[in-house]
């Protein structure tokens, strides 16, 4: 007797080798075996699932199609230049963002006019999805979305962002794990640059007394070593000053355009003015 269950499956198959190998025998048993799945299977009552009555249960990570969220898209064009079917066609253009601090300079933003992705060239490689580096395109389990002419294929971005409300969320991060830095602020690219760079000087100035106090005690046994210290706090404050943006100042600015210079002009010198008041304060 077989001592377990694969053993059982070798000495079956070896049997069933050994009647095929018979001429006469062997024909017969196959067809014999064939007839018996037939009937096994005729006995059962079918399963079928009843759509689109009743919609199938989709894994997670289904990829149903490509869903689209404008507000993540910078107008980088990382996807449509990796894609390999060059099935996904972006349009936009640059616009000027008026600057956030007075004195600052206006940026340029891409602003997005038109994405669509062509769904008959499109082999569902996911490679748009992998270098979106600021999560803009997510895979989404919709599947109802065939047309009856092959140019209706091509969904424009409303289309795709109707796409999202199918997308499931993110799974959880595993115990230590730390999250991505795109998902938690994608877009950090257009924040103000001038709040970080207005709270730079405040730690630089407050440390200033503090390194000069101890300098001062040991004066008269080491004058030598006393001599650096006055000369951080002289050029750590320029370094950081020349890094923020300078406020204008106001009288010198209308002071200026009474004298009938250009704006531009007076807008520098009222720049130079505000700088050459921080260093003498």
């Known amino acids: 007797m077989p001592r377990s269950k694969e053993e059982a499956l070798d000495r079956l198959h070896a049997f069933e080798r050994k009647i095929a190998d018979k001429k006469v025998i062997g024909p017969a048993y196959g067809l014999a075996k064939g007839l018996s799945v037939t009937l096994r299977t005729m006995t059962k009552r079918s399963v079928t699932r009843q759509y689109p009555h009743v919609m199938p249960d989709l894994p997670p990570r289904t990829r149903g199609v490509i869903a689209f969220k404008e507000e993540n898209c910078t107008v980088c064009m990382l996807c449509s230049r990796e894609c390999p079917d060059w099935c996904i066609y972006i349009e936009s253009h640059k616009d000027v963002v008026p600057p956030k601090t007075p004195g600052a300079r206006a940026r340029t933003r891409n602003v ?46 409303d289309v795709l962002a109707g796409w999202m409300d199918h997308v499931y969320p993110p799974p959880e991060l595993e115990v230590g794990a730390e999250p991505e830095p795109e998902r938690d602020a994608p877009m950090k690219a257009y924040e103000p640059a001038g709040v970080a760079a207005t709270a730079a000087p405040a730690p630089v100035k407050a440390a200033a007394p503090a390194a000069a106090a101890p300098a001062e005690a040991p ?6 070593a006393a001599a650096p210290p006055p000369e951080a706090p002289a050029t750590a404050p320029a370094t950081v000053e020349d890094h923020s943006p300078p406020e204008i100042d106001e009288e010198t600015y209308q002071r200026e355009l009474a004298a009938g210079k250009p704006e531009r002009v007076a807008r520098a010198l009222a720049k130079a003015a505000t700088v050459k008041k921080r260093r003498k304060g």
């Open 112 to 157: 997005l006019d038109r994405f669509a992705i062509d769904f008959a060239l499109c082999m569902y490689c996911g490679i748009c999805v992998e270098v979106c580096p600021f999560d803009a395109l997510f895979w989404s389990p919709e599947f109802e979305y065939s047309e009856t002419s092959i140019e209706m294929l091509t969904h424009e971005k």
């Open 219 to 224: 004066a008269a046994a080491a004058p030598a």
